[in-house]
């Protein structure tokens, strides 16, 4: 059994800092990828970050480019999002994701075949 179990969400002020936490735990799995992605009420869920297991490549979509930064511990199977400068609209359920095949798609929900339950983060004005 795999799992993927995100930490770390909470509520914030606009402008703070927050740091989630993923961690992949259960039968050894090579991955691919593994990703960010967020979903806010009545919306879809989209594409926040990437990054690529083999070489530490990371991606990013334009909304959060210079404000988070996605990172990994190889030897703890975790992956982190660091967020700064938070507003509002940063505000959403932030979902783990990992991919066990390869593919040149980061930003597809449907590229990811394992997912977390969801952390949320509340950014006040």
Request: with cysteine.
């Amino acid at each position: 059994q795999v799992q993927l179990v995100e930490s770390g969400g909470g509520l914030v002020q606009a402008g703070g800092s927050l740091r989630v936490s993923c961690a992949l735990s259960g039968r050894t799995l090579w991955r691919h990828a593994m990703a960010w992605f967020r979903q806010a009420p009545g919306k879809e869920r989209e594409f926040v970050s990437a990054i690529r297991w083999s070489d530490g490549s990371t991606y990013y979509a334009d909304s959060v480019k210079g404000r988070f930064t996605i990172s990994k511990d190889n030897a703890k199977s975790t992956v982190y999002l660091q967020m700064y400068s938070l507003e509002p609209e940063d505000t959403a359920v932030y979902y783990c994701a990992a991919r066990t095949y390869y593919s040149d798609s980061y930003a597809d929900t449907a590229r990811y075949n394992y997912w977390g339950q969801g952390t949320q983060v509340t950014v006040s004005s």
